[in-house]
T-cell receptor, first 115, second 114 residues
Framework: AQKITQTQPGMFVQEKEAVTLDCTYD???????LFWYKQPSSGEMIFLIY??????QNATEGRYSLNFQKARKSANLVISASQLGDSAMYFC????????????FGGGTRVLVKP | GAVVSQHPSWVICKSGTSVKIECRSL??????MFWYRQFPKQSLMLMATSNEGSKATYEQGVEKDKFLINHASLTLSTLTVTSAHPEDSSFYIC??????????FGPGTRLTVL
């Protein structure tokens, strides 16, 4: 069975600083996808970044980058230059196999950005 | 990305009544939609995978007769919570499988059963 683990239930970060959110996964499938979503207090799930298991380079999207360490089975999210609007829950998720398959979510990490 | 809407955004109902939640893909034809449930301070749990024109695939432990899913078109899937009880109170979120291998989520529906 596949499993996603986020070990940090919550963390504070100073505005303008970088923060790293941990995510480890467990799967025996060679093909999988890793996602990060942001969930503000409004409840909507906002897609941030995606990493495919065969991607050679770490994914980046603006201030978001994914530190993909395949051998360690980790996919940490790095948010650079934190902003107050980054305060939210962050979920790591994994899709096993081909596109169209279901996602399994980690427990989430709550980030609070301090001014 | 893809734009997904849900209606209603919140609903309060009496115990024993049925509630229908709509999930619409506004700019993408979605052959597959997913329904999730999220309890307070918890993560998302997949309830079922909704396939256009066929029966939904339910996750283990989800009662298909209680959570009826209809995916009648490429832009609309509905979740009906039948004979709702207070323990069904939750945040229900749908998603669609869009292009570039990503699921895009609706804004969610908060259900409160009294």
């Amino acid at each position: 069975a596949q499993k996603i683990t986020q070990t940090q239930p919550g963390m504070f970060v100073q505005e303008k600083e970088a923060v790293t959110l941990d995510c480890t996964y467990d799967t025996s499938d060679p093909s999988y996808g890793l996602f990060w979503y942001k969930q503000p207090s409004s409840g909507e799930m906002i897609f941030l970044i995606y990493q495919g298991s065969y991607d050679q380079q770490n994914a980046t999207e603006g201030r978001y980058s994914l530190n993909f360490q395949k051998a360690r089975k980790s996919a940490n999210l790095v948010i650079s230059a934190s902003q107050l609007g980054d305060s939210a829950m962050y979920f790591c998720a994994m899709r096993r196999g081909a596109a169209g398959n279901k996602l399994t979510f980690g427990g989430g990490t709550r980030v609070l950005v301090k001014p | 990305g893809a734009v997904v809407s849900q209606h209603p955004s919140w609903v309060i109902c009496k115990s024993g009544t049925s509630v229908k939640i709509e999930c619409r893909s506004l700019d993408f034809q979605a052959t597959t939609m997913f329904w999730y449930r999220q309890f307070p301070k918890q993560s998302l749990m997949l309830m079922a995978t909704s396939n256009e024109g066929s029966k939904a695939t339910y996750e283990q432990g989800v009662e298909k007769d209680k959570f009826l899913i209809n995916h009648a078109s490429l832009t609309l899937s509905t979740l009906t919570v039948t004979s709702a009880h207070p323990e069904d109170s939750s945040f229900y979120i749908c998603s669609i499988q869009g292009i570039s291998d990503t699921q895009y989520f609706g804004p969610g529906t908060r259900l409160t059963v009294l």
